[in-house]
Nanobody, 122 residues
């Protein structure tokens, strides 16, 4: 399974970015997908996840109301719309494919992409 993330870049605080992650190598629509991030000097943390049909989403408290995860199963792509960005959102963002149809943090993620850097300046 290959996951290719894109859409990262530099933006000023208050701005927006949309990350995309395209998957190949297995039936994309059968699995949950997620976004995680790792800031410099910090551990990787959960950002958002979405179930196989898109009917259920899960969002970290730190980004709730600002970030939205969505997916297009025809395009094998998951998105992360990021609005009202803050300097503390600066991180490498990774997309990941789940082990089943719904995200379960106890099970972890099956596959990881290489990440895309988001830098938010004040």
């Amino acid at each position: 399974v290959q996951l290719q993330a894109s859409g990262g870049g530099s933006v000023q605080a208050g701005g927006s970015l949309r990350l995309s992650c395209t998957a190949s190598g297995r039936t994309f629509s059968d699995y949950a997908m997620g976004w995680f991030r790792q800031a410099p000097g910090k551990e990787r943390e959960f950002v958002a996840a979405i179930s196989w049909t898109g009917g259920s989403t899960y969002t970290a408290t730190s980004v709730k109301g600002r970030f939205t995860i969505s997916r297009d199963n025809v395009k094998n792509t998951v998105y992360l719309q990021m609005n009202s960005l803050k300097p503390e959102d600066t991180a490498v963002y990774y997309c990941a494919a789940g082990t089943g149809r719904y995200y379960n943090p106890s099970y972890g993620m099956a596959y990881w992409g290489k990440g895309t850097l988001v830098t938010v300046s004040s």
